[in-house]
């Protein structure tokens, strides 16, 4: 029997694990485990609980004003100890965020082997988003097993020299987690705001778009609003006090822009699917809404994502306050380009891509 440990720290990245970690409890041929290290804290437990998950583990690393430099280094004292107890066959991490670079690291520097879910995500831009970048391209270089979820990441691993025998494409597990969360009987007070009007759901919290960036895309924000009477836009502001300071500075106090506080990852799933268009420097969101028909303007200057942007289900706009104006208000003027990005296919999947990996690790046992 394989031991399998699974390792994350956020919201994104437990929405993206907990499916698979239920489609590895469900099988004979593991020993599975889940530590998380509470890099986000509130956020995370919300997620647990909608998918019913229990760790095994959480090292409770959150404190306030944490820096990336203490998310590494408590990261990685904690997981040093719990491999060091358990002595898993692998560690599994997802994507791009601190805890699972320094969890690969960890297991990397203690020989146990490490599997990467959603490897090969690129902008070849080392401080765009920042420090994700850098982090996922780290995690590829020492993982033993890849499981990128397009074909286009996949050439993109290939071309640094990855060995192909070691990189699937197996689909991103967002789209797995939207079959448990989206429900057609869902009902919600803000919803009911929302009744009437097109809903636009807003997310911005990228470290890259903190400060002038991210007030040049509010600012574009409201003028649109100001200036199309039928939008109503729902923005769960994120915990970071720089979101908070410059979403109260720029469009705090907006009749039909309602700021509110993060929401539960089945509330924040059901608004996206009662949707009208996403604004977004979220990177989950653009696998997620091309499977809800969502068309997506992207607040952010590149994309690890290109292949939403060339399926036509995401349209890259910048932060600058004129490009993103033109790009959210064309988007909800011009019916033409609604539909087709509406429409759109999918790249990201079908929903299993945690049934894919979990064969996988049972035929390489």
Known sequence: MKKVMLV????????????????LAGRRSFKSLVCVTGQHR???????????????YNLSIMEEGQTLFDITQKVMSGMREVIKDERPDIVLVHGDTTTTYA??????????????????????????????????????????????????????????????ESVYVTGNTAIDALKTTVRDDFSHPMLEWAHGSRLIMMTAHRRENLGEPMRRFFRAIRRVVDEIRDLKVIY???????????????????????????????????????????LTDSGGIQEEAPSLGKPVLVLRDTTE?????????????????????????????DTALFESMSKASNPYGDGFASQRIADILEERS
Do not use: W
């Not at 401080?127 to 097993?145: C, G, H, K, L, W």
């Open 103 to 164: 969890t690969a690291l960890t297991a990397f520097y203690m020989g146990i082997a490490v599997g990467h879910v959603e490897a090969g995500l690129r902008t070849y831009n080392i401080r765009s988003p920042f420090p994700e970048e850098f982090n996922r391209q780290a995690v590829d270089m020492i993982s033993d097993v890849l499981f990128a979820p397009t074909e286009t990441s996949r050439e993109n691993l290939l071309r640094e020299g990855k060995a192909p």
């Open 305 to 333: 994502r290109p292949e939403g942007v060339e399926a036509g289900t995401l349209l890259l706009a910048g932060t600058g306050e004129e490009a993103v104006y033109t790009g959210f208000k064309n988007l909800v003027t």
């Open 42 to 56: 509130e956020m995370l437990d919300s997620v647990l609980g909608a998918f019913s998950v229990t760790p095994g």
């Open 236 to 278: 769960p502001v994120h915990m970071n006090p720089a979101v908070m300071q410059a979403a109260d500075k720029e469009i705090a106090g907006h009749p039909r822009i309602k700021l509110i506080p993060p929401l539960d990852v089945l509330t924040f799933h059901n608004f996206l699917a009662r949707s009208y268009i996403i």
């Open 8 to 23: 994350f720290g956020t919201r994104p990245e437990a929405v993206k694990m907990c499916p698979l970690v239920k489609e």
